[in-house]
């Protein structure tokens, strides 16, 4: 059986905000896996399509060189903060050419500055919109496998595929600018960015052959909100 893992491994503060005082950046993930398979005997699609937000902070007392390392520990002990991003299903080996699609994941990072908005009301409110979406829109996220369809439809279907990126970063951007609003004279939190991970097909082809092997990679988010180094882990 095969089985793949995304963790976020560390968040390093490379330019904090102008503002007074140590920043408190939180990270928010955002998973949807897609599969599709083509049921031979009864000739109808089999279609599962999951979805998973997390976040990781606010961390306080953060200014430049900080780092903060997943699982995070708290005296000893893991705290709700592990880091996992994702885990993609267990799929037989027979059924390798679906797992290692990396069409089949999408995978989008929000990193934020806190203030006085209120991280967790932002993140239900961005699992909301998107489940909403995905409710009322599944042809947008069901991906293909070679025999799946003709290859006309196929060809259509795949450069609406490649604009569904783009559409998912837009919901979690009107999300966020919806939730972080505040009365009076409060902070709104700050955006410092918003990216899709492109996960490498060779990447997975390699780990497929290779489980104990895994692959690290970093990736830079800079904005109003400060810059940020983020490293993840592909195992």
């Not at 599962?48 to 995070?72: H, R």
């Not at 450069?159 to 609003?181: D, M, Q, R, T």
């Not at 780990?207 to 940020?228: A, H, M, Q, R």
Request: hydrophobic share 40%.
């Amino acid at each position: 059986m095969l089985q793949f893992g995304l963790n976020l491994e560390e968040l390093k503060c490379i330019k904090k905000t102008g503002e007074f005082g140590a920043d408190e950046p939180y990270v928010i993930t955002v998973a949807i896996q897609r599969f599709f398979k083509e049921n031979v005997i009864s000739n109808e699609n089999l279609k599962a399509t999951s979805i998973n937000v997390e976040i990781f902070g606010p961390f306080s007392d953060v200014i430049n060189g900080t780092k903060v390392n997943f699982p995070l520990k708290v005296n000893g002990f893991e705290n709700e903060f592990t880091g996992n991003i994702f885990h993609s299903p267990r799929i037989p080996n027979s059924e390798l050419e679906i797992i290692v699609n990396s069409e089949n994941y999408l995978v989008f990072i929000l990193l934020v500055e806190n203030d006085d908005s209120n991280p967790n009301k932002i993140k239900k409110a961005i699992e909301d919109e998107l489940v909403k979406f995905l409710m009322f829109h599944p042809e947008s996220v069901n991906s293909l496998t070679k025999e799946s369809l003709s290859t006309a439809f196929k060809s259509e279907f795949f450069l609406e595929s490649k604009k569904i990126g783009e559409k998912i970063k837009e919901i979690i951007n009107k999300a966020f600018l919806e939730s972080k609003k505040l009365s009076g004279f409060s902070n709104e939190d700050d955006f410092i960015g918003l990216i899709q991970l492109n996960i490498d097909k060779n990447q997975l082809v390699q780990l497929s052959f290779d489980i104990e092997n895994s692959n690290t990679f970093v990736k830079e988010i800079e904005g109003d909100g400060g810059i940020y180094e983020l490293k993840f882990l592909l195992k």
